[in-house]
């Protein structure tokens, strides 16, 4: 997205952008999604944005690089992120979605993307980190949304639980990895699981890339997250979620039912 399409959204951005936020102060999806057909990423992107001016600051990003596929990116607010162990407390009819992946924190701004070294300054500015990614929607029905509403809605993101840091990492083990996910005592991943686009630190590379100064661009501190090593379960609050990623550590989440 160039700058110029940032600093003019269409009226159709600014709608949704609009709606969305309305959501997020009601609690309720939005419904009558309908007619954002048209959408186009630039769209997707502004308002994603306009949501983050009214919510932010951002506090991370995911990033998603699939074959045959546009990468993109989504931010993750401040508000929604979550330190290991924590709990959560939601609707108890609400579907919640669990996804266990690797993510880095930033130690420092990231390199400029056109010197020579530009992966291994990368390198040296992150730390590997355990996630939880939570993934809710402000769309009702939103496992029918276009691809590109789902975009523009943070990519259904609803907030992620990082674990310990670790700073003794290779990139080259960050393809495959052996982990574990239960959920409320049922296991859904005990195995090698693979790294959606084939490796998590180039998924990272990737992003920096793309970013610029998107919703503020990366910043120290924040957590990008790189794709989901178990596909996406869905959940009701009142149980616990224990995930661990061997060689890089553990992460647990206790999601309570609202009274």
């Given at each position: 997205m160039d700058d110029q399409t940032a600093n003019h959204p269409s009226d159709l951005a600014r709608a949704l952008a609009s709606h969305l936020i309305a959501a997020r102060e009601r609690g309720r999806p939005l419904a009558a999604w309908r007619g954002y057909e048209t959408l186009t990423a630039d769209d997707a992107y502004c308002v994603q944005s306009i949501v983050t001016e009214s919510y932010g600051?951002?506090?991370?990003?995911k990033v998603a690089c699939k074959p045959d596929q546009p990468n993109i990116m989504a931010p993750i607010l401040t508000s929604?992120?979550?330190?290991?162990?924590?709990?959560?407390?939601?609707?108890?009819?609400?579907?919640?979605?669990?996804?266990?992946?690797?993510?880095?924190r930033l130690l420092a701004p990231p390199p400029p993307v056109d010197i020579p070294d530009f992966t291994d300054r990368l390198r040296e500015c992150v730390e590997v980190v355990p996630v939880i990614e939570i993934v809710r929607s402000r769309l009702s029905g939103h496992e029918s949304a276009p691809a590109l509403l789902k975009l523009a809605d943070n990519q259904i993101n609803g907030g992620l639980v990082?674990?310990?840091?670790?700073?003794?990492?290779?990139p080259e083990d960050l393809s495959a990895v052996s982990a574990r996910l239960s959920l409320g005592g049922e296991t859904v991943l005990d195995g090698m699981a693979h790294v959606p686009g084939g490796n998590a630190f180039a998924n990272?590379?990737?992003?920096?890339?793309?970013?610029?100064?998107?919703?503020?661009?990366?910043?120290?501190?924040?957590?990008?997250?790189?794709?989901?090593?178990?596909g996406l379960p869905y959940v009701k609050p009142g149980m616990r979620i224990e995930g661990k990623i061997r060689g890089i550590g553990d992460v647990s989440l206790d999601l309570e039912a609202a009274p």
């Open positions: 600051p951002a506090g991370g990003f929604d992120i979550l330190f290991s162990p924590a709990v959560l407390t939601a609707p108890g009819e609400e579907n919640i979605g669990m996804e266990l992946e690797i993510g880095f990082a674990g310990a840091p670790l700073a003794d990492w290779s990272l590379c990737e992003l920096v890339r793309m970013i610029g100064d998107h919703c503020g661009g990366l910043k120290p501190g924040h957590i990008v997250i790189t794709g989901s090593l178990n």
